[in-house]
């Protein structure tokens, strides 16, 4: 049973059809992988899942119930948690920092938190605690995608949607981040993956959404997705969808 689910999501802007009538389900304990070329829908998708944007058509369904009209923090609230493409950190703020302001936001709606408490064990668990003290500006692009991760870990997700998280990461890194999501998957978290690390992708997600012109044109396994015409021919001068 998906957790989230989104049925026939359809966004225009003007006269360009972002999302096209777009069905897809995320499982809990699950990484699944939403790929597509540049301006394929993923991006506005998401924007639509977490409440930025309202679609032309469709619904946006969390645990059974519609959420589609909800704003982004009742959502938030209800365990959706997201991180964005282009990295929104507190730059002059420390790596603990940028991650406390979650759970001190938590803790202001009436959420009861030892907040200083819980910080810790988010910088421990995401591998961040040897730089909290650091400025995020001073630290590479790779980890700052880490802060996202955590700052959005505080929140203490169902679900949680992550936009191009590997991007600027070394090889090292995205070694690093597999295993934290692999690990989080594994505690129940559903993850729906954006990335165009395909190899990263193939390599966690149980399935995989193929997304072109705002349409899904393809749904399954890894090796499915990789031997799909469809998708192969999608990727034609832009990518190589093997792993
Ligand atoms: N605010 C906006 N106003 C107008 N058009 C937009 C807006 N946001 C996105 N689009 C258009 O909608 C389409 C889908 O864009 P979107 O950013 O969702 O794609 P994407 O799959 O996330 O791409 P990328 O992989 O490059 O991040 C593109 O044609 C894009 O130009």
């Known amino acids: 049973m998906p957790l989230l689910e989104t049925r ?8 360009n059809l972002a999302v096209d009538e777009v069905s897809v389900g995320i499982e809990p304990g699950r990484i699944t992988g939403l790929i597509g070329p540049n301006g394929a829908g993923k991006t506005t998708l998401f924007n639509t899942v977490t409440g930025l944007l309202r679609p032309d058509a469709g619904q946006v369904l969390l645990d059974g119930a519609d959420i589609t009209r909800l704003p982004p923090a009742r959502r938030a609230r209800l365990g ?13 703020l420390s790596v603990r920092d940028n991650v406390r302001v979650a759970g001190d936001i938590r803790r202001a709606g009436g959420h009861r938190a030892d907040v200083g408490k819980e910080t810790d064990r988010v ?10 003290d ?3 500006s001073g630290i590479p692009t790779g980890r700052a995608r880490v802060v996202e991760v955590a700052r959005a870990l505080m929140t203490s997700p169902r679900v949680l949607l992550l936009d191009e998280p590997a991007s600027g ?4 890194e995205t070694d690093a981040f597999a295993r934290l999501l692999t690990g ?6 559903a993850i729906c993956l954006v990335e165009h690390d395909l190899p990263l992708v193939m390599r966690l997600c149980s399935t995989i959404h193929v997304l072109d012109y705002g349409a899904v044109i393809a749904s399954g396994t890894p090796r499915e997705i990789q031997e799909s015409p469809q998708v192969i021919a999608a990727y034609i001068g832009t990518e190589e969808v093997s792993a």
């Open 8 to 15: 026939g999501i359809t966004v225009r802007f003007g006269g």
């Open 80 to 92: 959706l948690a997201r991180t964005f493409q282009r990295l929104e950190l507190f730059l002059s």
């Open 123 to 132: 910088l421990e668990l995401t591998g961040l605690s040897d730089i909290a």
């Open 134 to 136: 650091l400025d995020v």
């Open 169 to 172: 990461q070394t090889e090292a």
């Open 184 to 189: 989080l998957a594994a505690d129940g978290l």
